[in-house]
C-alpha cells in the first residue's frame, strides 16, 4: 500500500501563491505517477498535473505558465508551486499515486486551497 499526507493549503489573495507538498510512504519506491488533482462542489475531481518518475510533466491548459509540479524521487515527495492563483482556482486538491504493483491508485485526504477576488 502507499499512504499519502499533503500539506500547504490555505487562503490566498488573487495574484498570490501557495505551495502544495505531498508526501508518500509504504511502497514509495514503487510509485511511477504522481499527480495532484482539485475537485469543487458538485463537479468531479480533474486533473491538474502530473509527473513521472523520470520526470516527464503534464497540466491542464488552465494552470500553464502558472503552476510547476516537481518531485523528488528519493524523499517520496511531490509539489505544487501555484503562482498567479485566481479565484478560479479554489478548490480542494488532493494527491494522486500510482503504483507498478497496485491496480487502483492511491489519493491523499486533500487540502483545501481558497483564493480570494
Known amino acids: 500500500q502507499v499512504q499519502l499526507v499533503e500539506s500547504g493549503g490555505g487562503l490566498v489573495q488573487a495574484g498570490g501563491s501557495l505551495r502544495l507538498s505531498c508526501v508518500a510512504s509504504?511502497?514509495?519506491?514503487?510509485?511511477?505517477?504522481m499527480a495532484w488533482y482539485r475537485q469543487t462542489p458538485g463537479n468531479q475531481r480533474e486533473l491538474v498535473a502530473s509527473?513521472?518518475?523520470?520526470?516527464?510533466?503534464l497540466y491542464v491548459d488552465s494552470v500553464k505558465g502558472r503552476f510547476v509540479i516537481s518531485r523528488d524521487n528519493v524523499k517520496s515527495t511531490v509539489s505544487l508551486q501555484m503562482d498567479s492563483l485566481k479565484p478560479e482556482d479554489t478548490a480542494v486538491y488532493y494527491c494522486?499515486?500510482?503504483?507498478?504493483?497496485?491496480?487502483?491508485?492511491?489519493w491523499g485526504q486533500g487540502t483545501q486551497v481558497t483564493v480570494s477576488s
Open positions: 494522486y499515486a500510482r503504483s507498478v504493483f497496485y491496480s487502483a491508485p492511491f
Open positions: 509527473i513521472e518518475r523520470g520526470g516527464s510533466t
Open positions: 509504504g511502497s514509495a519506491f514503487s510509485i511511477n505517477t
